[in-house]
């Protein structure tokens, strides 16, 4: 999958990495997980800063994570609510209760629901 990447944007490699580790039947979650985990050791191979707050679906759940390598992550908020989820880079005014994505985590949401995914590298 990640040879068949034609662009050059940042985005797009790291998607390509992404649908790689599903083909080679990571879940969503993990296939995110393992290409953070890729990032981080070239970032470190070069003694560069990297950081990478991404919201991916597959139709069936949306994974939100809040990372950073060698630097501070930009913030990331989730919030739910009777029949609703939402992700936010800040909170968003009105009736809906915010939290917090602490950095270096992953975050799951399918239907009305939240939980902790595995692991992000950091």
């Given at each position: 999958m990640y040879a068949e990447i034609q662009g050059t944007?940042?985005?797009e490699?790291?998607?390509g990495l992404i649908r790689q580790e599903m083909g080679e039947g990571q879940d969503l979650p993990g296939a995110i997980a393992q290409a953070l985990a890729w990032v981080a050791a070239q970032a470190d191979r070069c003694q560069s800063k990297v950081s990478a707050n991404l919201l991916v679906t597959d139709g069936h759940q949306l994974v939100a994570?809040?990372?950073a390598w060698g630097t501070a992550a930009?913030?990331?908020y989730v919030s739910q609510s009777e029949n609703s989820l939402a992700v936010a880079?800040?909170?968003l005014?009105?009736?809906?209760?915010?939290?917090?994505v602490p950095t270096g985590t992953l975050w799951i949401g399918t239907g009305q629901d939240?939980?902790?995914g595995p692991a992000?590298?950091?």
């Open positions: 944007t940042d985005s490699h790291l998607l994570t809040r990372w930009p913030s990331l880079s800040e909170p005014g009105g009736d809906r209760l915010w939290q917090a939240w939980r902790a992000l590298p950091g």
